[in-house]
């Protein structure tokens, strides 16, 4: 990273952060930490990084949260099956096999979390030595910055939740049931050393058989995960092994560690020999193993495609256009809108050459079509030279035609190399002018094709930056998923007390031999219960939201407007009448109405309640 792309007010905050708690976050990849630091400021209110630090110097206890959010701590027991599978059948065998019996077998867990991995390889090693041979001479380093993590490690108590991938028959041998959690046993627990280890700052430990730092210096930049391999060279013996996490794939530009397995990765260390053996190390490794695939080939062939510098463009078998990399978008002035269009629809189809004929022609006799010298006139001051290819792309097996690519080569220069020679012959007394001339326009082309090569190679760096991001914001995404599950069952919770205390305040309503009518404050009917149903003949889903004076039933309404407005504005605290009505059987009854008020808990009024009671006719 440049020092013009660095936020001077971030890089402030960095260092304060590390003056007064000894955090370096210097070495971390920007854009992750960026995107960390905005979540925390977000949480407290806060815009913009000075304002943080002076919120950092009142609120100390905002470092908490914010250590917690910059270090993801998202790990599992067993975590990625295959490469602990790998690690137990093929690395750990090795280990012990060139170690004498009374040796020692040091294991490093850099970046531990909150020492699900850590407990993971205790297990498979007391499985490969047994339980008694393991406390004598294992010893699993644990290491971490974050020191909530280091602690939660530390008591080696998880929930059911956290257990959950530990295969059931080492769960029964190797944890203990306490209260609903599981704890590990004491003689697992012995052979591992917890303690805070900053990877960038502090001094790496020595004699390691077996390093595991997974899915950690994917968070570092460049410059910065290039020191700690150094350092993890160091911690390793000579046959020792580094087994690292799947976004994190570095060794392309690292002689330090070959390949054990890329697709599990997992590295040896190499010694600190001659160049001659590290070469024939390395060829031994190819002879004896292929490299897996790292990346998706139909990725590679995208990006390929996508930053070579001749102008290509593929249409399928209806002249449909399918791609077109960029160097064809900018000299044809396409855009993205321009993929799925016909050809036809398209300028380019005719200019700087009539292309659809020849199209029609490879597409009948399947052969390649190159035209050469295609003259453009782009300005009246500027006229490239172009050489056309098509090219059917053929099905390798059945031969079907599967698409036309076109190729569009700049030839400008040659020409223009072709007229100077032309020229140069002309005239015999300029000869040797012109001659150093094209050679200095070679030699040009010559560095513009090595800048093309460096180009290459800075979008594959920045593509596997890119795939480390991808995890990291996984990462975060899991987190918060875990979040919202907590969520989702705390309101899930809230759900049911609701449904029980709707279900009590309908039994209540349902146990009354009065009619109750709720009303809102615009006299809408809220509640009707089932007495009010039989008195009046009307179920509630007829009545819900209705005004009451719009019923048709035979109690009189119009005596009961203005004493329910009278006590919805506060001018009257009740009001109690016997009207006389015909119930819903047709009988005449003495109905006595009772008014109050619904009041809140704040005594505002809210609405009106109506009790109903049928008393002899007189």
């Known amino acids: 990273m440049s ?17 007064n708690r000894g955090f370096d976050f210097s070495g971390y990849k920007r854009t992750s930490l960026t995107r960390r630091i905005h979540k925390r400021m977000q949480s407290v209110g806060v815009e913009n990084y000075s304002d943080y630090l002076d919120y950092l110097e009142v609120h100390p206890d ?54 699900e991995e850590t407990y993971t ?29 280091l602690n939660y490690a530390r008591q080696a108590n998880y929930n059911s939740k956290e257990v959950q991938n ?116 390395m060829t031994h490794f190819k002879s004896q193993q292929a490299i897996p695939e790292m990346v998706d080939k139909l990725s590679i062939y995208e990006a390929g495609f996508e930053v070579d510098p001749l102008a290509q463009v593929v ?75 098509i090219t059917p792309l053929l099905h390798e097996n059945t031969e079907k035609l599967l698409a036309i690519k076109i190729t569009f080569t700049d030839v400008t220069r040659f020409k223009q190399l072709q007229q100077d020679l032309v020229h140069t012959n002309q005239e015999l007394e300029t000869a040797y002018e012109e001659l150093q001339s094209t050679n200095e326009e070679l030699e040009t082309t010559n560095e513009e094709l090595q800048s093309t090569v460096e180009e290459l190679e800075t979008t594959n760096e920045e593509l596997q930056s890119t795939n480390e991001e991808l995890e990291t914001m996984n990462e975060e995404l899991q987190s918060t998923n875990e979040e919202l599950q907590t969520m989702n069952e705390e309101l899930r919770q809230r759900s049911d007390e609701l449904n029980q205390a709707n279900s009590f305040l309908e039994s209540i309503l349902t146990s009354l031999r009065v009619g109750v009518v709720v009303l809102g404050s615009d006299l809408e009917i809220l509640i009707w219960n089932r007495t009010a149903e039989d008195m009046w003949g009307l179920r509630f889903d007829e009545v819900f939201s209705k005004q009451l004076i719009s019923l048709d039933i035979g109690l009189p309404i119009e005596p009961l407007i203005q004493p329910l407005q009278a006590i919805i504005s506060r001018e009257s605290e009740n009001h109690e009448v016997v009207l006389n009505a015909i119930n819903r059987r047709g009988r005449a009854i003495a109905c006595q109405v009772t008014c109050t008020p619904l009041q809140s808990s704040d005594l505002n009024i809210k609405g009106v309640i109506l009790l109903m009671e049928q008393q002899q006719h007189q």
């Open 3 to 19: 020092g013009t792309e660095l936020n001077p007010d971030l890089e402030n905050l960095l260092e304060y952060i590390k003056r």
């Open 62 to 115: 905002e470092f908490v949260d914010l250590f917690n959010t910059i270090l993801i701590n998202v790990t599992a027991f067993f975590r990625d099956p295959q490469t602990w599978e790998y690690i137990a059948s093929e690395i750990i065998p090795q280990v012990i096999a060139s170690k004498q019996p009374s040796t020692p077998v040091r294991v490093w867990s850099a970046g531990c979390a909150s020492g």
């Open 121 to 149: 390889i205790a297990m498979l090693l007391a499985e490969a030595l047994g339980i008694e041979e393991y406390t004598t001479r294992v010893k699993v380093f644990a290491t971490d910055v974050d020191a909530d993590a």
């Open 166 to 281: 530990v295969p059931p028959e080492q769960l029964d041998k190797y944890f203990e049931r306490v209260n609903g959690r599981y704890v590990v046993q004491k003689e697992l627990r012995r052979g591992v050393i917890f303690g805070r280890h900053d990877l960038v700052q502090d001094a790496p430990i020595s004699k390691i058989d077996l390093l595991i730092c997974r899915n950690t210096i994917m968070y570092f930049n460049s410059e910065t995960q290039a020191k700690i391999l150094a350092r993890f060279h160091f911690a390793l013996n000579d046959n020792g092994f580094l087994c690292l996490g799947k976004a994190e794939m570095l060794f392309s530009r690292n002689h330090s560690f070959t390949p054990v397995d890329l697709r599990q990765r997992v590295f040896s260390k190499v010694g600190n020999g001659n160049m001659r053996d590290l070469l024939l190390n």
């Open 315 to 389: 249409v399928d078998s209806n002249s449909i256009v399918m791609l077109a990399n960029a160097e064809a978008r900018n000299l044809f002035n396409l855009n993205l809108k321009d993929i799925g269009r016909p050809l036809q629809d398209l300028e380019l189809s005719y200019r700087p050459i009539d292309l659809r004929s020849p199209i029609d022609q490879v597409r009948s006799n399947r052969r390649t079509i190159t035209l050469k010298d295609i003259e453009w006139s782009i300005s009246e001051l500027e006229i490239r030279y172009l050489d056309v290819q």
